[in-house]
């Protein structure tokens, strides 16, 4: 089984930086489309940025210009560095990745469990 494992969360105060970071691990092929959404309680779910394996970078317009997406595809891992957080920011940030696994045809949409990151006033 593939797993995606968050780290990197955490509080801070309105203007300081986060680094986020998921690691894959597990019966990996390839990971294509690989992405962090936000969830704040209450809330539904939100995308704050994607990666393609290529490296095209898509932004949610509330976060475009302050985070910043990206990826090592030797060590199967993407992050999400966050500056001049607000604390409109603050949710639980989840990791989301299309693996290819062995011996697999298709891809497969996986979630990671989360981090929390809160972002005081």
């Known amino acids: 089984q593939v797993q995606l494992v968050e780290s990197g969360g955490g509080l801070v105060q309105a203007g300081g930086s986060l680094r986020l970071s998921c690691a894959a691990s597990?019966?990996?092929?390839?990971?294509?489309?690989m992405g962090w959404y936000r969830q704040a309680p209450g809330k539904q779910r939100e995308l704050v940025a994607t990666?393609?394996?290529?490296?095209?970078?898509t932004y949610a317009d509330s976060v475009r210009g302050r985070f910043t997406i990206s990826r090592d595809n030797a060590k199967n891992t993407v992050y999400l560095q966050m500056n001049t957080l607000k604390p409109e920011d603050t949710a639980v940030y989840y990791c989301?990745?299309?693996?290819?696994?062995?011996?697999?045809?298709?891809?497969?949409?996986?979630w990671g469990q989360g981090t929390q990151v809160t972002v005081s006033s």
């Open positions: 990666i393609t394996s290529g490296g095209r970078s």
């Open positions: 597990g019966s990996i092929f390839g990971l294509e489309t």
């Open positions: 989301n990745a299309d693996i290819y696994q062995m011996a697999v045809l298709v891809p497969t949409n996986y």
